[in-house]
Every structure is written in C-alpha cells, then in structure tokens.
C-alpha cells in the first residue's frame, strides 16, 4: 500500500484548505484511513479518521471545523479543514490501518499546513 498526500499550503486564519490521500495498492477499501498531524515540538496527534465501514472520529479541537471522507472506491481521502487557527499549523500525515489485521499500517509522506495569524 502506498500513500501520497497533497493539498498543504499556507492560509490566513479563518481559510479553509482540502487535503487529499490517493492511495494505491492490493484491498484499500479494506483499511480504516485517517489524518495525523505533528507540530513542531509536539507529538504525532490523531486529526481525523474513517473506517472501511464509514465511521467517522474527531479530535475535540477539530470537530465542526474538519470533515473526513472517502471517495467511492475508497481510494482517496481527503481532509476539509475550514475556520482554520493558527494551532492547526502541522505537518499533516495520511494513514492507513487494515481493518482486520492491523498490523498492517502504513504512512504517506507529510504535508504541510501553515496557518498564519
């Protein structure tokens, strides 16, 4: 499985960004996917994700601000990030988890997301 994210940039605060994951590879639709995000001096921290099945999880400081989703084929993902803070300033990863076998996991490369005040 590979992952390849886009869609990070520089934004003023109060703009709204899409990032995107395209993944490739053998039964992708059989991963729960999300979003990650690290900050300069900071842990690696949950954003956003969705399961095979279609469930979403937030973070407390994202909810009603992001959306996750999924194509149809589940094959690309992307992150809607609206209102955004200048905290939301990170290194953005996608991440993919086998629903079954979670062993399985996999990262894409990072994006960057500078929000600036």
């Known amino acids: 499985v590979q992952l390849q994210a886009f869609g990070g940039g520089l934004v003023q605060a109060g703009g709204s960004l899409r990032l995107s994951c395209a993944a490739s590879?053998?039964?992708?639709?059989?991963?729960?996917m999300g979003w990650y995000r690290q900050a300069p001096g900071k842990q690696r921290e949950l954003v956003a994700s969705t399961t095979s099945g279609g469930i979403t999880n937030y973070a407390a400081s994202v909810t009603g601000r992001f959306t996750i989703s999924r194509d149809s084929a589940g094959l690309t993902v992307y992150l809607q990030m609206s209102r955004l803070e200048p905290d939301d300033t990170a290194v953005y990863y996608c991440n993919a988890v086998h629903s079954l076998f979670t062993s399985l996991k996999y990262w894409g490369q990072g994006t960057q997301v500078t929000v600036s005040s």
């Open positions: 590879g053998s039964g992708i639709s059989s991963y729960d």
